[in-house]
């Protein structure tokens, strides 16, 4: 008995005619006819109740199908679950609240992993979670250490402070620090998909005037060409340098600054243990 016989007996149940289920197989009348055939060999058992012109399941036939069904789906179940195994085994995957951090943990783990592929995306913190119980991910980036919890352990790896960056002409450029509230209501350059950072401009700044950019080569560009305010971070000064038309503010609200921690499962922590080492 194969599994394929199996398919195209649920697909005969589907669709009730040869023809039909021939089509959504994209196989032929007669394959599908002699592979019905060779089931009931296999079983030594009738399925169908054949007249002249029409074939239909009998009553054991129609309980074939519902085993079927579940044979079906198990194996599909079976390869899908296989394959997230193997790519698991061979991925270090990395899910983060924030651009830097995930940056980061992406080079420290390739230079402790490199015979696995790195994997990195930034999603919403809820999510992040729940992809880590569901192991998707190996460690995940948090703005906050984890409470108790029997399964998840975290470390603190990073510090981000974000700066006001503004044009030469700007009026604040003289002020030693700024709030959120001093620039709330003008109009600023900022990148997209900067994670949580982006909930807390938003909500700190609810009059000021974003002005998304998708690609950081153009937000670079306008940077250097406009005179806009925008947003940097130590971290992002460290990495890509100062523009030479700009000037750097400090921001004096706490929110402007986050510890970043690594979540990752206590189950992991042996395999783990000198990269998590070398991340402090």
């Known amino acids: 008995m194969e599994l394929e016989q199996l398919r195209h007996l649920v697909a005969f149940y589907e669709h009730q005619t040869l023809s039909h289920a021939a089509k959504a197989l994209h196989t032929s009348q007669p394959v599908l006819t002699r ?5 009931e060999e296999e079983l030594e058992i009738s399925l169908f109740e054949r007249s002249k012109n029409r ?10 199908v519902e085993y079927a069904k579940r044979i079906v789906s198990d194996s599909e179940n079976m390869k899908k679950q296989l394959k997230e195994y193997d790519r698991r085994l061979h991925t ?4 983060s609240c924030a651009p830097a951090p995930c940056t980061y943990l992406s080079q420290k783990a390739s230079l402790f992993f490199p015979n696995k592929i790195i994997s990195s995306e930034m999603k919403d913190m809820d999510l992040l979670l729940q992809g880590l119980k569901d192991k998707a991910y190996t460690v995940i ?3 906050y250490d984890i409470d108790d919890d029997n399964d998840i352990e975290s470390i603190p790896f990073m510090d981000e402070k974000l700066y006001f960056s503004l044009p030469f002409d700007h009026p604040f450029v003289h002020r030693e620090s700024l709030s959120l509230k001093d620039m709330d209501g003008e109009k600023m350059l900022l990148m997209s998909n900067i994670g949580f950072w982006n909930q807390i401009h938003q909500k700190a700044m609810p009059h000021t005037k974003f002005l998304i950019q998708q690609d950081r080569s153009v937000f670079y560009d306008l940077i ?13 000064m460290k990495t890509d340098g100062i523009p030479e038309n700009r000037i750097i503010i400090p921001i004096e609200d706490e929110i402007a600054q986050a510890t970043f921690y690594c979540w990752y499962l206590k189950e992991n922590e042996k395999s783990l243990k000198s990269f998590l080492y070398h991340l402090t």
């Open 224 to 236: 250097e060409l406009s005179s806009l305010p925008s947003f940097t971070s130590d971290y992002s």
């Open 92 to 95: 270090f995957s990395i899910g």
């Open 55 to 64: 074939i239909t399941l009998n009553e054991t036939g129609l309980q074939a």
């Open 141 to 143: 980036v948090m703005p």
């Open 35 to 39: 592979s019905m055939q060779k089931l």
